[in-house]
């Protein structure tokens, strides 16, 4: 089984720390997303990468940036934790070319800033 | 604007009952359209996935049926268990064309059962 592993199920954090969130993939797959989730609007993509050094905006990458160094490995910054980022954030991976199929989260990490 | 809706927003019901979820989208053309399940705090696992020329998938207790033509999914619960408890998460692939695996999300339905 493909596992997606997010190095954090619960974070609190102050306003404008520096956060990182981690996730980290077993299986060789190329796509990697981070998307928040929160109550009413479902989950929104932040930033995706399809390579290593690879990104893509998602639909609302304000105020996050995104590291991939290793093709296994694909972070989350929050340059200045705001408290309107306070969010349930997903880890996602995918096979090039899958369409969805093979689509895997991770267990998510329960940010607060405040 | 591709979207997914997904009715009702909540449904409560007791043990041993079925249900029905539904799931409305307006993405064309698409790939695949897959449920999935939420339980509380983690994240979304898959129960089924199905092409656009697929009209049902099954998994266990879990039936999704898929009419391409008015764009409609939905998700029947059968003989329903404390365990189903979780939000149900209708998602649609586009097929842009190329490798890209954007998906797009309903909001989902939250589900309660109760003994």
């Known amino acids: 089984d493909v596992k997606v592993t997010q190095s954090s199920r619960y974070l609190v954090k102050r306003t404008g720390e520096k956060v990182f969130l981690e996730c980290v993939q077993d299986m060789d797959h190329e796509n990697m997303f981070w998307y928040r989730q929160d109550p009413g609007l479902g989950l929104r993509l932040i930033y995706f990468?399809?390579?290593?050094?690879?990104?893509e905006k998602g639909d609302i990458p304000e105020g996050y940036s995104v590291s991939r160094e290793k093709k296994e490995r694909f972070s989350l910054i929050l340059e200045s934790a705001s408290t309107n980022q306070t969010s349930m954030y997903l880890c996602?991976?995918?096979?090039?070319?899958?369409?969805?199929?093979?689509?895997?989260f991770g267990s998510g990490t329960r940010l607060t800033v405040v | 604007k591709n979207q997914v809706e997904q009715s009702p927003q909540s449904l409560i019901i007791l043990e041993g009952k079925n249900c029905t979820l539904q799931?409305?989208?307006?993405?064309?053309?698409?790939?695949?359209l897959r449920w999935y399940k939420q339980d509380t705090g983690r994240g979304p696992v898959s129960l089924t996935i199905m092409t656009f020329s697929e009209n049902t998938k099954s998994n266990g207790r879990y039936t999704a049926t898929l009419d391409a033509d008015t764009k409609q999914s939905s998700l029947h619960i059968t003989a329903s268990q404390l365990s189903d408890s979780a939000s149900y998460i209708c998602v649609v692939s586009p097929n842009y064309g190329g490798a890209t695996n954007k998906l797009i999300f309903g909001t989902g339905t939250l589900l309660a059962v109760q003994p």
């Open positions: 799931c409305n989208y307006t993405v064309s053309p698409f790939s695949n």
């Open positions: 996602a991976t995918a096979k090039t070319g899958a369409r969805g199929h093979g689509y895997t």
């Open positions: 990468s399809y390579d290593v050094k690879m990104k």
